[in-house]
């Protein structure tokens, strides 16, 4: 449960490109799979999750996948816009009810 | 509904020293979550309490310590400060127990020199 590997460190992409994140995880017996979006002086917020008993979510432009089997977890981004320029986290709650393991971060910049 | 408020959002120490940070969760959360981050480990889990008990525990030095008081607010402390402390601290609550979904206040930047 402690190690969340998260790719790509950076990603630059054209405004109205797609961005995707990939999370890989250890723990088998998580559940629980939340993406946070930081902006530069702000606390990361919640931008979508998915649980383990489906393998796949979408909220307008953003979806998340999950494949148990490989144990990872991707983050799909369509349509970018300069305002999804930010830092993004993926999170694999652990076997403690929440406590968080976090990737790394991924560094978004969107190009106009 | 206000979110979660962290006081004071800086603050500057030096070597040797203590620090008290407090977090006030969204009204109604039980559970509060503190968390480290810094550029080298990103964020790292520090603790967690629910109705004033310390549910969930990280792997972090006893001077870091914490407690939650009957109406859901939060203190963490940081006894004799060292360099590799200065961080930005997080905290974030959850609703009702089953609710794991975290939301997370501006944070706290300690500088320690």
Request: proline share 4%; net charge positive; with cysteine.
């Amino acid at each position: 449960g402690e190690n969340v590997e998260q790719h790509p460190s950076t990603l630059s992409v054209q405004e109205g490109d797609s961005a995707v994140i990939k999370c890989t995880y250890s723990d088998s017996a998580s559940n629980y799979f939340p993406w946070y979006k930081q902006e530069l002086g702000k606390g990361p917020q919640l931008i979508i999750d998915i649980r383990s008993n489906v393998g796949e979510k979408k909220d307008q432009r953003i979806a998340v996948t999950l494949n148990k089997t490989a144990k990872h977890f991707s983050l799909h981004i369509t349509e970018t816009q300069p305002e999804d320029s930010a830092v993004y986290f993926c999170a694999e709650e652990s076997s403690n009810f929440n406590k968080f393991y976090f990737g790394s971060g991924t560094k978004l910049n969107v190009k106009p | 509904k206000a979110g979660v408020t962290q006081t004071p959002r800086y603050l500057i120490k030096t070597r040797g020293q203590q620090v008290t940070l407090s977090c006030s969760p969204i009204s109604g959360h039980r559970s509060v979550s503190w968390y480290q981050q810094t550029p080298g480990q990103g964020l790292q889990f520090l603790f967690e309490y629910f109705s004033e008990t310390q549910r969930n525990k990280g792997n972090f030095p006893g001077r870091f310590s914490g407690r939650q008081f009957s109406n859901s607010r939060s203190e963490m402390n940081v006894s004799t400060l060292e360099l590799g402390d200065s961080a930005l601290y997080l905290c974030a609550s959850a609703g009702v127990a089953g609710a794991n979904v975290l939301t997370f206040g501006a944070g706290s930047r300690l500088t320690v020199l």
